[in-house]
């Protein structure tokens, strides 16, 4: 399951730079899974990491411990 999440969010990257596309899946304690992507900016190499995305979403939502992870990149 995380690795099809991670493998449909991948596609939406957003790496017109270094051309390395990463998305990752995460599964928080209670069985919620979070999704993120790198996204590239104008003030290349500084960014957002697919990891920190999914770890930010994880937190909104009120979790704080994850229990499995899925990274896909290029």
Do not use: H
């Amino acid at each position: 399951m995380l690795k099809d999440i991670a493998k449909s969010v991948w596609a939406n990257a957003y790496a017109p730079y270094s051309k390395f596309k990463v998305g990752v899946a995460i599964k928080s304690i209670d069985g919620s899974v979070f999704s993120g992507v790198n996204v590239e900016n104008a003030a290349y190499p500084e960014g957002t990491c697919a990891e920190a995305a999914a770890i930010a979403a994880m937190c909104a939502a009120g979790q704080r411990e994850i229990v499995e992870v899925y990274v896909i990149a290029d």
